[in-house]
């Protein structure tokens, strides 16, 4: 049987169950860090291909992609120290860290 984690949540929050497990589905399926290089990259080539044209709600679009990222930084971090602790090492010390900063 799998460890289970419970967790509060605001009262407001826009998170349900389904999302949280949502979530999990996708960070068990991709590591934090392939997560996190895949949007900065989609994020890059679309700028790049925009960078003359940029829409007039590029700045909220920016601050999308940078709240995700944030997450996603969070998520790499544990990642990463469980990598490390399943290896018998120090965090800084599994390979895969090097792509998270």
Do not use: W
Not at 16 to 25: N, S
Not at 27 to 36: A, F, G, H
Not at 54 to 76: G, R
């Amino acid at each position: 049987m799998e460890d289970q984690k419970t967790f509060s949540l605001p009262s407001g929050t826009h998170l349900t169950l389904e999302a949280i497990e949502a979530l999990h589905d996708i960070t068990e399926n991709i590591s934090p860090i392939d997560l996190r290089n895949t949007l900065m990259e989609l994020y890059q080539t679309y700028v790049l291909q925009r960078c003359h044209d940029l829409p007039l709600t590029f700045e909220e679009l920016a601050s999308h992609v940078y709240s995700l990222d944030c997450l996603l930084k969070i998520l790499v971090d544990d990642y990463v120290t469980r990598q490390g602790d399943r290896f018998g090492r120090e965090a800084a010390d599994v390979p895969e860290a090097a792509g998270s900063s």
